[in-house]
């Protein structure tokens, strides 16, 4: 098989192979690579761009973990540890109302707080507010934490949280599907199986949910390939992700980033890409201009991207690791992404396209 086979069969409408995948990402074949992603997003989800004007919210950074690759987490007594009330959450959100919120993203650290009645309260005041507000809260990795504590199902779990308001599941947490390099980066979380299931749980509740990668750090283009196919699978099977977001490894404060000769960081526009090519049944792609740069996440739209992610309005997690630092309101966003000749469409998590 060569370049042009592969090249046939993407253009055919044909799934791509691991064997076709590890083809196009040859360096020589970039060119090729990036025409047929932009030709599979112009056929199959057009020229719009979806954003959000999405609030952040990090309940505590306070963490019963310490993963390797993590700048987030803090311990108790720690100057730099946080712990947010309901009623300062509330705060929060009445606080931004006025940049046309219309989701809030709600992610922390494994901490006995922050338990099924944090939550009840955090997402009742959240939502009266107003009720229109879109609740994106907590990964799989969350979800599986706050079964053990209370001792109970992780479908019961989310039953409680859509009772309270829960709207879709953010795709963190999900690191490499390759369960040798997860006890590298994250020894004490969820196994690839483990974290894949909560999804399918979640996904036959009727939960949209999204799903991330981690790149950049000690992962081969292999083991990028294995994470595909494995989302690939659950979403044939369920058909509930739908967003796909490749997350940039940060060094920055955090220990594996001290030991940089295991690190092996990676272009980001052959894998989106390939994301766009070999993920044919999720049908957005995201790039996070904060965790890349504008520039670079502007470039990515001539890559298969087709959203822009969201004002960040309270991005913790990005600035504390080294990534741009940016108030990006809806208008500034709208006319990034004109500047690039697509057409701005502001959406929310809950919202779901389908594939042509
Ligand atoms: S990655 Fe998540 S679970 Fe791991 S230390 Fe950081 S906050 Fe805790």
């Known amino acids: 098989m060569n370049i042009h086979d592969v090249e046939n069969n993407v253009r055919s409408g044909k799934r791509i192979t691991r064997e076709e995948a590890h083809i196009l990402l040859q360096e020589e074949n970039w060119p090729i690579l990036q025409t047929l992603a932009n030709e599979k997003r112009i056929k199959e989800v057009g020229d719009e761009v979806f954003y959000a004007v999405t609030l952040f919210l990090y309940p505590t950074n306070l963490c019963e973990l310490n993963c390797p690759f993590c700048s987030y987490y803090a311990k108790p007594g720690w100057k730099n540890a946080w ?15 006025h940049y046309g919120l219309n989701e809030v993203h709600i992610v922390g650290g494994l901490w006995h707080e922050c338990d099924l009645g944090y939550y009840k309260e955090t ?21 599986d934490y706050l079964a053990r504590l209370h001792g109970i199902s992780v479908e019961e779990v989310l039953d409680r949280m859509v009772s309270y308001g829960l709207g879709s599941i953010p795709g963190g947490g999900a690191e490499v599907f390759v369960d040798s390099l997860r006890e590298k980066l994250a020894p004490g979380k969820i196994d690839s199986d483990t974290f894949l299931n909560i999804h399918r749980i979640a996904h036959k509740k009727g939960l949209s949910t999204n799903i991330t990668l981690l790149y950049g750090s000690i992962e081969e283009w292999d083991d990028i390939i294995t994470h595909f196919e494995k989302v690939r699978n659950l979403q044939d099977e369920t058909g509930g992700f739908t967003t796909f977001i490749p997350l940039k490894y940060h060094d920055e404060n955090n220990a594996l980033g001290k030991r940089k000769q295991r690190l092996k960081p990676k ?7 390939l994301a ?4 044919d049944n999720i049908p957005i792609l995201k790039a996070l201009w904060n965790y890349q740069g504008v520039p670079l996440a502007l470039e990515l739209l001539d890559w298969g991207v087709n959203d822009f992610a969201s004002t960040a309005l309270d991005e913790k997690v990005i600035t504390m690791a080294g990534g741009v630092q940016i108030k990006m309101d809806g208008p500034t966003m709208e006319n990034l992404i004109l500047s690039k000749g697509r057409k701005p469409q502001k959406v929310h998590s809950g919202f779901r396209m389908a594939c042509n």
């Open 83 to 97: 712990f947010m009330t309901p009623a300062e959450i509330e705060e929060k959100v009445k606080a931004n109302l």
């Open 267 to 273: 272009d980001a526009r052959p894998l989106y890409a």
């Open 276 to 279: 766009r090519i070999f993920l």
């Open 123 to 143: 997402f009742e005041r959240i939502k009266s507010l107003d009720s229109d507000i879109h609740i994106k809260a907590l990964t799989a990795v969350e979800y």
